[in-house]
């Protein structure tokens, strides 16, 4: 008999054995969610999870280590994920990368993640890739100091991220100095594409809505330089140039230049995915960013008249036209480029 009980009590600690989990526990809340779904994705895999009315989620993945995308219907952002881990997360999409945190096993590691995308968002330059090649290797050595540097300081993550991590940092500079020489190839290639429409009468847009009432066209702006920013509030590389934009027009303020910011808003990154949602965005964000300017809304977005006779395919966009109307640049450097203010200047605006 006190065999018989021994051995049930073997069985009963070997049962109970607490052996690792072969797969993620992954659950958190979404305050203000953007969708119904969260959608876990890298190139070989993809999983749907279901977010509930008051923004709360939980499910179980079975993964190999490593990054993948989290995509809540409008915005993204990177996890780093390993069978075993029990991670939960919290987010206000509001301030969407301001406000990812995560608790739970693997927590430390993601948290890493989320702090180093924030970091990024301030440490790179808009115009990084209008630097001068000397000056464009001493930033990028900056920026690669101050990566490695956070990386050192969060040694206790992942060792296999922390070791993708420090491979990327190792080679940073000689991939960083590639991009600036297919860069500028690309600035070759769009000088040529663009070349036909300079020096002619500009694209015109009519009517558009002015967000501070009536509608303002192309023609009211006659016997000014109008320098034209195509954007909209969905796009970070817009967003990014709006405190540059400021600054350059309270520089050139009582000057002969307009500026002037076309939304092409159609509802992308907003739930309701409707131009009237983007309509209501675009209001808001001029109201909370203090956008000066002429700010106007174009009447049918990426397929206006204006957008499609400037070849507009990817935004931002920068555009300078004369007094008389003519083009004088259909692709102008960003309000951050050093460049945009000796233009202005060649042009004694």
């Known amino acids: 008999m006190k065999k018989t009980i021994l051995?049930?009590?073997?069985?009963?600690?070997?049962?109970?054995?607490?052996?690792?989990?072969?797969?993620?526990?992954?659950?958190?809340?979404?305050?203000d969610k953007n969708s119904d779904s969260l959608i876990i994705r890298s190139r070989t895999y993809s999983k749907t999870i279901k977010v509930n009315e008051d923004g709360t989620f939980k499910d179980t993945l079975n993964v190999e280590a490593g990054k993948y995308n989290i995509f809540d219907g409008a915005e993204s952002t990177t996890i780093f994920l390993r069978n075993g881990f029990d991670i939960t997360m919290s987010l206000d999409t509001k301030m969407f990368d301001e406000t990812i945190a995560y608790s739970g096993n693997g927590a430390?590691?993601?948290?890493?993640?989320?702090?180093?995308?924030?970091?990024?968002?301030?440490i790179?330059?808009?115009?990084?890739?209008?630097?001068?090649?000397?000056?464009?290797?001493?930033?990028?050595?900056?920026?690669?100091?101050?990566?490695?540097?956070?990386?050192?300081?969060?040694?206790?993550?992942?060792?296999?991220?922390?070791?993708?991590?420090?491979?990327e940092f190792d080679g940073f500079k000689e991939v960083m100095l590639?991009?600036?020489?297919?860069?500028?190839?690309?600035?070759?290639?769009?000088?040529?594409?663009?070349?036909?429409?300079?020096?002619?009468?500009?694209?015109?847009?009519?009517?558009?809505?002015?967000y501070k009432g009536g509608t303002t066209s192309l023609k009211d702006l006659a016997g000014k330089y109008v320098y034209i920013d195509i954007w909209a509030t969905w796009c970070g590389p817009c967003k990014a140039e709006i405190p540059s934009l400021k600054e350059v027009e309270k520089a050139y303020h009582g000057k002969n230049i307009e500026f002037v910011s076309i939304s092409?808003?159609?509802?992308?990154?907003?739930?309701?995915?409707?131009?009237?949602?983007?309509?209501?965005?675009?209001?808001?964000m001029i109201a909370e960013e203090d956008m000066g300017g002429i700010q106007l809304f174009a009447d049918k977005a990426w397929e206006s008249?204006?957008?499609?006779?400037?070849?507009?395919?990817?935004?931002?966009?920068?555009?300078?036209?004369?007094?008389?109307?003519?083009v004088v640049n259909p692709?102008?450097?960003?309000?951050?480029s050093p460049k945009l203010k000796a233009l202005f200047d060649s042009l004694n605006i």
């Open 178 to 210: 590639g991009y600036y020489a297919k860069q500028k190839e690309s600035q070759d290639a769009r000088a040529a594409e663009f070349a036909d429409l300079i020096g002619v009468p500009s694209p015109a847009f009519v009517d558009y809505e002015n």
């Open 331 to 336: 692709d102008a450097p960003r309000p951050s």
């Open 305 to 326: 008249d204006f957008t499609r006779g400037f070849k507009v395919n990817s935004i931002p966009r920068f555009i300078l036209i004369d007094p008389k109307g003519n």
């Open 264 to 284: 092409v808003d159609n509802g992308r990154g907003y739930k309701e995915k409707t131009v009237e949602a983007s309509k209501e965005g675009w209001k808001k």
């Open 124 to 167: 790179y330059p808009p115009s990084l890739f209008d630097f001068e090649e000397e000056d464009f290797k001493v930033k990028i050595s900056e920026i690669n100091s101050e990566l490695s540097s956070f990386l050192e300081a969060n040694k206790a993550i992942d060792t296999a991220l922390y070791a993708t991590e420090k491979a």
């Open 7 to 31: 051995l049930l009590s073997a069985l009963g600690i070997l049962a109970c054995k607490n052996e690792p989990k072969d797969y993620v526990t992954f659950s958190g809340k979404i305050i």
């Open 108 to 122: 430390e590691t993601n948290n890493y993640l989320a702090k180093r995308a924030l970091k990024e968002e301030t």
